[in-house]
Every structure is written in C-alpha cells, then in structure tokens.
C-alpha cells in the first residue's frame, strides 16, 4: 500500500462521500450529492416556488425544506406582503416549512432548530455556509439550482480543495470569533479561494462555541470559498443540548491522518481586535492602530453576529452606559429565541437604558433595508459586507467589527479597541436550555390540497430564454472593472422588493454604477441584438441573487466576458442561459470598448466543443478569444437557453 492510500479523509470529504450519487471524490472533477436540506428565503423564495411550478414540481423533496420571512420585513408599499401571503400559501402547498416574519434570520434560526450534524443543506443565499458552525455542510447558491435540488434532483459541484484552517490556542479576553475571521479575510482576501472549501481543525477549535464557528463559517462566504466546516464535538453536542436537539449530535471529526490541499496555522492567543475599513471585507486592520475615527452610526446583528452569546456580551457591555450623543446605535437580534431570551434575563432592559434602537429579529440593516446611515457619514456594524452602498446610502463608509467593538464605539462615539474601555471583560457562558418556542415555523398541513394561492400584482412569473442561437451579433453595454459584486448588478434596500417583478426589477440593473443601462440594453434588445459586458476579475462577488443573472437576461445580455468569475454567480449565469466568456489573454481587455460591436458565429458548435469561442470585434476589425470552462451538463444547459428549459426537456 502506498503512502497516498494510507491518508485519511478530511470532515468534508466523509460528508461529501456519504452524499455521493455521481462521480468519485477527486478535486476538479464534478460530482453530483445528494441534499438533505433546503433553505429558501422572501428575496428570491417567489421566484423559487415559479420555478418549480413551471418545471411541473408540486412537492419538495427535502427534509427539511424551509422558507424564511426575514429580508423584506419593512413592507413599505403592498409588495411584500404580497409576497408574504403567496409564500405563506405555495410553501403549504409545497411540504415547505414557512418560518414567519418576526421569527428571525434564515442562519441564526436554521442552526437553532433545524441543523444537524454530517448532513447536507444548499441554500439559495451565499451565507448559507453558517450551518458549517454545527458541523454539517451548507452551500450557497443561486434560487434555481435550489428549485432543482427541492425538485429531488441532485447537486451538481466541482471537487473543491479542502484547505484545513489549524487553530491553536485560545483567543484572549475582548478577541471574539469576528476577530478570527477577519484574521482569516486578511489572510487569504476575497479573491482566488473560489473552488476551496475551509476546514477548521487543531486544538483551538474546542475553544470556540458553535455560536462562535457560526460566525466564522457565516464570513468564508466573503473569501468567497464554496463552504467552511467545524467538526461536531462537544460544544457542538452542548449547543444541540440547549435546543432539546441533543438526539440530533453525532461526533463528526476529521481522520486524524487527513489530507487537505493546503493548511494555515493561526494562533487564536496572538490575535487582537480587528476591523475591515470601507468598501471590502478584505481591508482588514487591527482596532488598535485606527482607533479614534469619529462614527455616526452602529449596528449590531445580521447573519454573523446576533446571537444570544453575542448580544449578551453586548448588554454587559452597555450596562449602566449610555451611548455617545452623536451616534445611534441600532440592534437587531438574529432570532425571537435571542429577543425572547434577552428580555427574559433583563439584557434587553440594559440595552434600552443605553439608548439604542432594538430592530426587529430580521436582516434589517444588513442589506440596506432599513437603518441607512446619514449622507457621508461612517457606521461600524457586525454584519459581514460593507460593499459601498450596500447600507443603502452610497458616500457612506461602512466599517465590519465585533459586537465588542461595535459597543465600545457606539459609547465612545469613535472607533474604540474594547480593551481600552478598562472594564471587566464580559464574558458570557453557553446556556444549559435556550428558550424554546416554535410557534412561529409554520409546517406543512398533511392534506394541502385545498390550499388557494393567491398571487398579488407585484408577482410576475418569471420570464423564459430561447435556446442559444448559433450567431449572434451583439454590442458591449457596459465595461466594467475589477471585484464587480452583485450588490453593484442588482442593488438591494429599497429595491429588494421587486425580487418577484422581473419586468420591474430590471430597471435597475447596474443603477449603482451606471443609471443609463437599463435603456441602452433594452434598446438593444429592441433592435434584435445581444447585450455584452466586458469585466475585470472576481466578476459577481457578494450574495447568491440569481436576479444579478436573470435580469441582465430580461434584457437580452448572452455573454458576459470577464478575466475571471466568482463560483455562485458564474453558475447563476448558466442557468439562465447567460455564456460566462473568460479572456483567452487578460490584456483583450482593453481591446473591447463600451459600443463596440461583436459578431459571435457558430455558437452552438463552439459551445458543444472544448468551449472556445473565437468573435471579431467589428469596430476593430480584430479577432478576439474567449474560454467558455464548462462541464458537459452545464454546455447542455447553456444550448437549451439555461436550466428550466434543460430540465422541461429531460423530464
Ligand atoms: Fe440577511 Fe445580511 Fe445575512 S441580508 S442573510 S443578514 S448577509
């Protein structure tokens, strides 16, 4: 036997293995797993259920699937509760559990009640990588692929590289799990982890709660890895404990022997406060070299930090303080099991007395839904993106830090090490028994049958593609730079609530970076030719919206050509039938301007060979190479106009 053989197996690997129904666990190569579990929520879950009713699919194949009510809670104008109340009725319909709005964030909820150790859960939204915190598997996708695996078919994914993450040590007091992960950000950026998955291992690991590797989990989304894992232990076992899920543990480590593509040792001991500065998570510095930047506003909670564990440490924090008269401090708790508890213990009387704003248990501010900063001003928030205008106000600087430095801030009204605050550090246990109460997850009635759906004027079915064309003749509509997010092709805030109004939506592609798009691509469109875009690296960063792939469809986008993409938008684009072109050489560039015409011949044969696609640039007269990397299934999906037609046509 040689030595390779001898290796043991990685937690990924094992999960993976376990889940296996095509192909052989070898990184590059694709597989095809099996899921366990579904995650849907109210920006993209209207469209979802569409999808699935026009693939033919009136049952959900998961066990667990469930729908959150918690990105568009603010309900200004009848949209989302439009929304609501048709989500509320398709998931009945469906065998889809509805957690209602109120009852909290889709991460924070999902690990308290429905994670389980060992098994697989694909969400339609890219922090679904929280569950990893718990010891099971949570990948992030684009709503469509989500639709398919609820329809019962498998999930198709490259072989990614598993990278163990060794943690040794024990952080110190005032170093928190954001601290680590921004250490992890710094480390390894938001660029070129694409096909990697991190593993967490070593001896620190048992130092961290399973809130704690949440939150670290919750953020590889912003290296943009396909997921982050903890191994089950027993904090993972006191933490199910808590839930009155202990039947639900399984011990899940890594083979001692494992072997992984890389490691990277970090010393949780020698780390100290840390916070990413205006507009990438990746800038990342230590508290303690920026201290002294004046803040406007502060706010606690999103997916990564909301937890009881957190916010208590919070209430301690504010307890007998009050916040600086120039800044407000809001803070959403990530669940009603946090508020619920918070209230019961009197933390939430300490955080009231302070001053601040209690939001609801919902993303909230996170996604620029509420809380919008002033004009020009800096907030310092725990969320995980400050993507600029992502808050909902575009001149604002947005800082990433720990719910202890967010508090230390908010009472000194500048950005403050908590250490300095000369306090006793707060430290705050795992609770034997969280409060439990269920009463808001809505489960499926056994006879559905006389479920009536009601659709509201804001739901429109999802628009349809035509198989891709042989020729094309297209103009590029936009040129792009580097690290373009999805925050920058679909804006959120106000706008998330046209998610399920395709028609309407689209008139805001790009409106961040360019508010004329819309009409240049639609005139375009209007004269029988093809949209382009031309981008630089990490094309799609950010969150899982397939609307960043299905509106530039509506407006006839067929290719997109870029030195590189990010894994969850890259396979957005192939669902809906969009070409993701990646430059033969990067120096071509800056050979394509905004207006220049492309003329694509021969598509289908191209596509259906080794995926290089030769076009002319006719303003030029130059003769241009594009790489279309795709597996054999994904150039069936492109030739077929995207996923819903290639599933119809192999039902
Ligand atoms: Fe919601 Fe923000 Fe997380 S929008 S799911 S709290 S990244």
């Given at each position: 036997m040689d030595i390779k053989s001898k290796a043991g197996k990685n937690l990924f690997q094992k999960i993976i293995e376990n889940h296996?129904?095509?192909?052989?666990?070898?990184?590059g190569s694709e597989i095809a797993i099996q899921l366990d579990q579904t995650l849907t929520h109210d920006n993209g879950g209207a469209l979802i259920f569409m999808y699935l009713e026009a693939m033919g699919i009136?049952?959900?194949?998961?066990?667990p699937g469930v729908c959150y009510l918690d990105h568009n809670t603010v309900q200004i104008g009848y949209e989302n509760a439009d929304d609501h109340q048709y989500l509320r009725a398709i998931t009945a319909k469906s065998g889809v559990i509805l957690s209602r709005a109120g009852n909290g964030i889709s991460h924070q909820v999902h690990l308290e009640r429905f994670g389980k150790p060992g098994k697989i859960l694909l969400g339609a939204d890219s922090h679904t990588s929280t569950a990893g915190g718990i010891g099971m598997i949570g990948i992030g996708t684009g709503g469509l692929d989500v639709a398919i695996g609820m329809s019962g078919e498998p999930f198709y994914l490259k072989c990614p590289g598993v990278v163990k993450i060794n943690l040794v040590g024990k952080p110190a007091s005032w170093v928190s799990a954001k601290d680590v992960v921004l250490k992890v950000l710094e480390i390894f950026?938001?660029?070129?982890?694409?096909?990697t998955v991190f593993e967490y291992g070593g001896?620190?690991?048992?130092?961290?709660t399973v809130p704690d590797r949440a939150t670290i989990a919750n953020m590889g989304a912003e290296c943009g890895v396909v997921t982050s894992i903890f191994p089950s232990d027993d904090q993972t076992k006191q933490f199910l404990k808590g839930q009155a899920r202990e039947h639900h543990w399984s011990e899940l480590p890594a083979d001692s022997n494992a072997e992984y593509t890389d490691q990277v040792d970090i010393d949780l001991a020698g780390l100290e406060p840390m916070i990413a500065f205006p507009h990438s998570p990746e800038n990342v510095k230590r508290v303690k070299d920026v201290a002294g930047i004046p803040v406007d506003q502060v706010a606690i909670g999103s997916c990564t930090n909301s937890s009881y564990m957190d916010l208590t440490a919070v209430a301690k924090i504010l307890k007998g303080r009050t916040l600086h008269p120039d800044v407000s401090l809001g803070l959403a708790p990530g669940s009603k099991q946090v508020l619920m508890m918070l209230a019961k213990e009197g933390s939430l009387y300490e955080i009231l007395s302070s001053g601040a704003r209690i939001m609801e248990s919902a993303c909230g501010f996170c996604n620029g839904s509420c809380f919008s900063p002033k004009s020009n001003s800096v907030s310092v928030r725990t969320s995980n993106r400050n993507f600029?205008?992502?808050?909902?106000?575009?001149d604002a600087r947005v800082y990433l830090a720990s719910p202890q430095t967010a508090a230390a801030t908010a009472i000194t009204g500048k950005i403050t090490d908590p250490r300095d605050l000369n306090i006793a550090y707060p430290a705050v246990s795992m609770p034997k028994k969280f409060l439990i109460d269920d009463s808001m997850l809505i489960f499926p009635p056994e006879n559905p049958r006389q479920i009536t759906v009601e659709m509201g004027p804001n739901l429109c079915p999802p628009p349809s593609n035509l198989p891709l064309p042989n020729d094309i003749y297209a103009e590029v509509t936009i040129k792009l730079g580097d690290k373009v997010t999805t925050d920058h092709i679909m804006p959120g805030?106000?706008?998330?609530?046209?998610r399920a109004n395709i028609p309407k939506y689209s008139e805001y592609v790009f409106e961040v970076i360019d508010h004329n798009f819309y009409q240049r691509a639609l005139t375009i469109k209007e004269r029988g030719e093809a949209n382009v875009i031309i981008a630089g690296e990490s094309y799609g960063q950010g969150s899982a919206r397939e609307h960043a792939a299905l509106c530039p469809m509506f407006l006839g986008v067929k290719i997109i050509i870029a030195k590189s993409f990010e894994r969850i938008h890259r396979t957005n684009l192939i669902n809906f039938g969009i070409i993701p072109l990646i430059f033969n050489d990067p120096q071509d560039y800056n050979k394509l301007e905004i207006g220049a015409k492309l003329d694509f011949s021969n598509l289908q044969h191209w596509i259906s060979g080794n995926g290089r696609i030769s076009f002319v640039n006719k303003t030029k007269n130059i003769t241009l190479t594009g790489i279309a990397d795709l597996s054999s299934r994904e150039k069936k999906m492109i030739l077929a106009g995207g996923a819903v037609n290639y599933i119809k046509n192999n039902r």
């Open positions: 296996l129904v095509d192909g052989v666990w070898s990184p009136e049952k959900i194949h998961t066990e950026t938001t660029e070129g982890n694409k096909n001896p620190g690991v048992a130092s961290l600029q205008g992502r808050s909902g106000t575009t805030g106000a706008r998330n609530k046209y």
